[in-house]
């Protein structure tokens, strides 16, 4: 195949290519791996809680799951305008963004609802759901990326 060889104790979410993702290689690989672990349980157990909250009778529109999915893509825009623009603690994005937020959102859950609505027979909303979660998902990344760059940016958010 040629090229080099990877490393794997690269963490595959770190962009060599960005400054402020290098200094999370500097952490003790257990140090990440107990945010991680710390950030998915609170991330999970605030999901658990809206799906909880959130009743939805069957063959209907999963809205908890679609809410907590484009939420947490919001967030994640945000949390990565954040640690582009500033300087974090390198336990930062593991906490946030692959423990809690990682946590938070679920893709197995968005395939499992879809699926249950196919059985039902619910094809339309089940395709819709299936659109919708992607599109409401990556738009809400950019909103959130975008936004927090642009208040970071303004002179309000350089006294900050």
């Known amino acids: 195949m040629g090229g080099a060889v990877s490393d794997r104790r690269v963490d595959p979410d770190v962009d060599l290519r960005v400054p402020a993702d290098r200094t999370e290689l500097a952490a003790h690989p ?4 107990g945010v991680i672990a710390a950030g998915g349980v609170l991330g999970a157990l605030a999901r658990a809680g809206v799906q909880a909250a ?3 009778p069957p063959g209907g529109f999963p809205w908890a799951t679609f809410s907590v999915n484009v939420t947490g893509c919001l967030l994640i825009g ?4 954040v640690l ?3 300087t974090a ?3 930062t994005r593991p906490l946030l963004g692959v423990g809690v937020l990682g946590g938070f959102t679920t893709f197995s859950a968005y395939a499992v609802d879809a699926q249950r609505l196919l059985t039902a027979g619910a094809v339309g909303t089940s ?3 299936l659109a919708a979660t992607v599109l409401g998902a990556l738009a809400a990344v950019a909103v959130g ?3 927090t760059t642009r208040l970071l940016a303004s002179p309000a958010g ?3």
Do not use: F, I, K, N
């Open 158 to 160: 350089e006294d900050r």
């Open 145 to 147: 990326d975008t936004v």
């Open 89 to 91: 603690h390198p336990l």
């Open 127 to 129: 395709l819709v759901y």
């Open 54 to 56: 959130v009743p939805r």
């Open 30 to 33: 257990a140090a990440v791996l």
């Open 84 to 86: 582009t623009a500033r």
């Open 78 to 81: 945000v949390l990565t305008a």
